[in-house]
């Protein structure tokens, strides 16, 4: 399964062209997401899904940019879905699971309610590179650890990057 991904990350950097941030950015994010799934134990399937949704999430943005002239998250939500369908036919992913990604690309700003696990490490991975990334103060990486984060792993991540 872990060829599929590899083979994934490839067709999103590709999908960016040159375009070093949000390459370099998808890549941290998947990682991020497979150290958590890791660390809380996901079961192989989950944990799947997951890391091809976190290689995909912001896939949405050129699309956005082009449709809506923003970049902003909800845009990003609403063209992403599409993009991933189209990069995501030329793997061998069941319907379910390619629905599910999608849901996830759709959700990945949305904090409350929060869908299950995978939802959560995906929140989890990319707020810990775009907490460096943007960057977020200090009360805003506190806000999120309080009330947001949930895993012990994304936690303790969280904790010994940003000493929250
Ligand atoms: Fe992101």
Redesign the pocket.
């Known amino acids: 399964m872990y060829h599929q991904i590899s083979r994934l990350l490839r067709a999103a950097c590709a999908y960016n062209g040159a375009d070093p941030a949000r390459n370099q950015?998808?890549i941290k994010?998947h990682n991020y997401a497979r150290m958590i799934a890791d660390g809380e134990h996901l079961d192989a399937h989950t944990q799947f899904v997951l890391e091809a949704a976190a290689v995909l999430?912001?896939i949405g943005i050129h699309e956005a940019e082009r449709i809506h002239h923003s970049s902003a998250g909800q845009y990003q939500q609403m063209e992403g879905p599409a993009v991933a369908r189209k990069i995501l036919a030329d793997f061998p992913f069941e319907q379910e699971d390619i629905d599910r990604i999608c849901w996830l690309i759709a959700h990945?700003h949305v904090y409350k309610p929060i869908d299950g696990i995978d939802h959560q490490i995906l929140l989890e991975a990319?707020f810990l590179?775009?907490a460096f990334e943007e960057p977020y103060t200090e009360p805003q990486i506190q806000q999120f650890y309080e009330t947001v984060a949930a895993t012990k792993t994304g936690k303790e991540l969280l904790r010994t990057h940003y000493s929250s």
């Open positions: 950015h998808l994010v999430h912001d990945h990319d590179v775009n």
